[in-house]
Nanobody
Framework: QVQLVESGGGLVQAGGSLRLSCTASGRTFSGYTMTWFRQAPGKEREFVAGIRWSAGSTYYADSVKGRFTISRDNVKNTGYLQMNSLKPEDTAVYYC?????????????????WGQGTQVTVSS
């Protein structure tokens, strides 16, 4: 099992930026796919972005493409989600998830390791 802890959420005005961090502990992060999901009140959890362990291949939901950037530092066992040009519809609890996959799955059911979530609120 991998323990994940997110940080970096907060309140920001529309058009602003935030950077979320996800730090892993418990066992080596090596080989794990890392993703970000989000869940707004009354909505299902949705895929935001994902990054493979090797080659750093990245994938994004259409709703965030061009505004969000996912990255990782495998030495620090930490992943990041840089969020720019934030919109009120980005308001949600953001979760980091990781799993030993050879690919990025956009389904939350593929991941057994989750962080506690961090709130992101974008005001208009």
């Amino acid at each position: 099992q991998v323990q994940l802890v997110e940080s970096g959420g907060g309140l920001v005005q529309a058009g602003g930026s935030l950077r979320l961090s996800c730090t892993a502990s418990g066992r080596t992060f090596s080989g794990y796919t890392m993703t970000w999901f989000r869940q707004a009140p009354g909505k299902e959890r949705e895929f935001v972005a994902g990054i493979r362990w090797s080659a750093g291949s990245t994938y994004y939901a259409d709703s965030v493409k061009g505004r969000f950037t996912i990255s990782r530092d495998n030495v620090k066992n930490t992943g990041y989600l840089q969020m720019n040009s934030l919109k009120p519809e980005d308001t949600a609890v953001y979760y980091c998830a990781a799993e030993y996959l050879g690919y990025v799955s956009t389904s939350s059911r593929a991941y057994n390791n989750w962080g506690q979530g961090t709130q992101v609120t974008v005001s208009s």
